[in-house]
Nanobody
Framework: QVQLVESGGGPVQAGGSLSVSCAAS????????MGWFRQAPGKEREFVAA????????DYADPVKGRFTISRDNARNTLYLQMNSLKLEDTAVYYC?????????????????WGQGTQVTVSS
C-alpha cells in the first residue's frame, strides 16, 4: 500500500519559482523509484524528473534541465520538485509517481502508484 499526495501548486509569474511536494504513506521500498510527471490540457502526460530511492540516481527531461531540481527527504518519505525560471510551457498538472526500481525512469509504465496532481499555472 502506497499513497501519494501532492501539494504546493498554484499561480506563478514567468521567470519565478515554485516548489511542489509529494508525501508518501505506506512503505517505500529501498529499490523504489519516484518521479514527477506533468500534463497540460490537450497533451499527453510527460516525464519531468525522477530519482532512485536506493541510489539517488536522478534523471531530468531536457526541457527542465538546469531549471528544476528533484530531491527527497527519507525521514519524511517526501519527494520535492523545486522549479525555477518558470516558463509558460511549464503550466500543467504535476503528478507524483512511485514504482519498483529496475525500469526506465522516464516511462509512465514504470510506475504503479500515482498522486492526484497539483496545478501549476505560469502567467506572463
Amino acid at each position: 500500500q502506497v499513497q501519494l499526495v501532492e501539494s504546493g501548486g498554484g499561480p506563478v509569474q514567468a521567470g519565478g519559482s515554485l516548489s511542489v511536494s509529494c508525501a508518501a504513506s505506506g512503505r517505500i521500498f529501498s529499490n523504489y523509484i519516484m518521479g514527477w510527471f506533468r500534463q497540460a490540457p490537450g497533451k499527453e502526460r510527460e516525464f519531468v524528473a525522477a530519482i532512485s530511492w536506493r541510489t539517488g540516481w536522478i534523471d531530468y527531461a531536457d526541457p527542465v534541465k538546469g531549471r528544476f531540481t528533484i530531491s527527497r527527504d527519507n525521514a519524511r518519505n517526501t519527494l520535492y520538485l523545486q522549479m525555477n525560471s518558470l516558463k509558460l510551457e511549464d503550466t500543467a498538472v504535476y503528478y507524483c509517481a512511485a514504482g519498483l526500481g529496475g525500469k526506465p525512469l522516464p516511462l509512465t509504465g514504470s510506475y504503479d502508484y500515482w498522486g492526484q496532481g497539483t496545478q501549476v499555472t505560469v502567467s506572463s
